[in-house]
């Protein structure tokens, strides 16, 4: 029942729904409009859908069919971050489609956004812990270990993991 209440909370709020998805304590700070999740997708207690836009902007975090996402995981979005349909996230992950800069005399504050898009293939199991940053795409079936920090592009089936993550083979 409070599941059916979050989901109807959010869908008022403006967040895109294809069809039901079950929501578990989630958190979505801003930017509802800016949100689209499809019909079966879970997520657990603890997950939060950070997205920095404009009132106006497009979609910027898109969440695809039968997705489970585990407790804890943050999404961080100021540009576009996609997960295909069928994926598995483990608790506590980050992903990202942005960092700040490091530009020297300028303060922490005032550094600017660099922004690159990330894609989250179809059926692609993330492990507990794992980072995905800006501008990486994991390929569909691939599998990223739990605890790796990924920076790289992951092909399609393949298997990485470490920090930072590398190719460990073929799934």
């Known amino acids: 029942m409070r599941a059916r209440l979050r989901y109807l909370y959010y869908r008022l709020m403006g967040v895109r729904f294809s069809g039901y998805a079950n929501l578990g304590r989630i958190e979505v700070p801003r930017c509802h409009p800016q949100i689209e999740i499809a019909q079966t997708a879970s997520l657990d207690n603890g997950v939060v859908l ?45 992903v990202t489609d942005h960092d700040h800069g490091t530009e020297p005399g300028a303060d922490v504050r005032g550094q600017p956004l660099a922004a690159k898009p990330v894609r989250i293939g179809k059926g692609v199991w993330i492990g507990a812990g794992a980072i995905v940053l800006k501008g990486v795409e994991i390929g569909d079936g691939a599998v990223v270990g739990a605890g790796s920090v990924v920076t790289h592009p992951v092909g399609p089936g393949e298997k990485w993991a470490g920090v930072p993550a590398r190719r460990l083979g073929m799934r």
Do not use: H, K
């Open 50 to 94: 950070l997205v920095t836009a404009g009132a106006q902007d497009p979609i910027r975090l898109s969440i695809g069919e039968g997705v489970y996402v585990n407790r804890g995981t943050m999404f961080d979005a100021s540009e576009w971050i996609e997960v295909g349909a069928g994926t598995m996230i483990g608790p506590y992950c980050y």
